[in-house]
Nanobody, 117 residues
Framework: QVQLVESGGGLVQAGGSLRLSCAAS????????MGWYRQAPGKQRELVAT???????NYVDSVKGRFTISRDNAKNTVYLQMNSLKPEDTAVYCC???????????WGQGTQVTVSS
């Protein structure tokens, strides 16, 4: 059974930083593209960043230069370093594991990030 457990969310002032972690179990981590998505109240879920096992990164334009996605395959963990946070970054952030062989997606339960102005 796949489990993705996020941590690291919280309340931070604008300009501050947070690092989110997503620990994966029950999944062959190396065959997954890992990603972070977010959903703000009243808005659709949006892609924040993805990272393939080969090291290719993709970011939504609004976070480029501020957020960095990384992964530690030995620990089955993916991270999202968020710097220069803005109030508009406030959302529930969810971890995603996309199996490149089956096309299956698994999701974590999400962690709340709140940025105060």
């Amino acid at each position: 059974q796949v489990q993705l457990v996020e941590s690291g969310g919280g309340l931070v002032q604008a300009g501050g930083s947070l690092r989110l972690s997503c620990a994966a179990s029950g999944v062959r981590f190396s065959i997954n593209t890992m990603g972070w998505y977010r959903q703000a109240p009243g808005k659709q879920r949006e892609l924040v960043a993805t990272l393939t096992n080969g090291g290719s990164r993709n970011y939504v334009d609004s976070v480029k230069g501020r957020f960095t996605i990384s992964r530690d395959n030995a620990k089955n963990t993916v991270y999202l370093q968020m710097n220069s946070l803005k109030p508009e970054d406030t959302a529930v952030y969810c971890c995603n594991a996309h199996n490149i062989w089956s096309g299956n997606d698994d999701w974590g339960q999400g962690t709340q990030v709140t940025v105060s102005s």
